[in-house]
């Protein structure tokens, strides 16, 4: 089993302190998500109707010309090794590790590059996969050298795959609106920005006869069709669009310089999680835990991930970092 963000229960077993005094930074989920509307009962009794205007919401949204719906972007990623033979598949490091467990799963060879100007291994690959933002640097790749190594791919029949999974808060940088060509696939959700993880609302951008292809192995109804309502409705909301950037920018922004007066310095981050590269992050980790803190700890490449603090839980952690 890979480790995530969120897995509190394992907190509470090993600290003993109650679920309800932790601070949750491990996710870099948006603390403060999308108002959930009202659900007119009907969606709860019949079966999600592939017709209610949701891809419609979503393409305006994206600014591609086809997508596919899917059970969150976990959904797209699981399913995409399945469409190739076994290939070498060239990976981002450190990046998001579901992504490699998915691929590995079904018999391709991962191996791993650190920058887009790592050519050997890039252009050994059938396929690379990269996060932009990455999770969990916050390193961000320009459109322009993405779109250029897809070109490169394209030419002998490799693919592209970009998990978009925290580029809402900067759209400019986004490559959805080119994923109307083969071999070029953007993941995206609503999980992040949005607040929504637990709605399971993803969708896959790619051409269309390769959505259609993903499409007959996902089969039908992918989300309920109570969070198919809620995603249409948060994704042609663009005055809570709008102003939530600003606020995850200002928060990032005062998550960033607290850190960085409490020793942690940054190394990357976005609007919604600041990274710290630290050889002392297993030490740090459980001192902050120790206080009812959890924050995301990476082994491979010592580091932590601090997601955003609600409102009203700052000084929870200010006081924390204080104690280290």
Do not use: F, M, R
């Given at each position: 089993m890979l480790e995530h963000g969120g897995n509190l229960s394992a907190a509470v077993a090993q600290y003993k302190i109650p679920l309800e005094n932790w601070l949750d930074l491990s996710t870099g989920i948006n603390p403060c998500h999308y108002?959930?509307?009202e659900i007119p009962a009907h969606l709860w009794h019949n079966l999600p109707n592939d017709d209610d205007g949701l891809i419609?919401?979503?393409?305006?949204?994206?600014?591609?010309?086809?997508?596919?719906?899917t059970s969150g972007s976990q959904a797209a990623l699981q399913t995409l090794p399945k469409l190739r033979s076994a290939c070498k598949v060239a990976m981002l490091n450190p990046m998001y590790q579901e992504h490699a467990h998915a691929w590995q799963r079904y018999g391709h060879q991962v191996v791993r590059f650190s920058d887009l100007n790592d050519a050997d291994v890039i252009n050994s690959a059938d396929v690379v996969l990269v996060c932009n933002p990455n999770n969990p640097t916050g390193k961000q790749f320009?459109?322009?050298?993405?779109?250029?190594?897809?070109?490169?791919?394209?030419?002998r029949g490799g693919w592209l795959i970009v998990d978009e999974a925290f580029m809402d808060a900067t759209p400019e940088y986004s490559i959805a609106k080119h994923t109307h060509v083969d071999g070029l696939f953007v993941l995206r959700s609503l999980g992040k920005f949005f607040g929504l993880a637990g709605a399971r609302v993803g969708f896959l951008l790619a051409a269309p006869a390769q959505l259609q292809q993903i499409k007959e192995e996902l089969g039908p109804w992918t989300i309920a069709g109570a969070s198919r309502h809620i995603a249409m409705r948060a994704l042609q909301d663009c005055t809570w669009q709008q102003n939530t950037r600003v606020t995850l920018a200002n928060n990032s922004q005062r998550l960033a310089s607290l850190l960085t007066q409490y020793g942690l310095k940054p190394a990357g981050g976005t609007a919604l999680f600041q990274y710290i590269a630290t050889?002392?992050?297993n030490h740090i980790?459980?001192?902050l835990a120790q206080q009812g803190v959890w924050v995301r700890k990476f082994t491979e490449q010592p580091a932590l991930r601090f997601g955003l603090p609600d409102d009203n839980r700052w000084q929870?952690?200010?006081?924390?970092l204080q104690n280290l």
């Open positions: 108002p959930i509307p419609l919401a979503a393409v305006q949204y994206y600014g591609c010309q086809a997508l596919l719906p320009a459109p322009q050298n993405l779109l250029q190594l897809h070109a490169t791919l394209a030419k050889e002392a992050a980790h459980s001192q929870q952690l200010e006081q924390a």
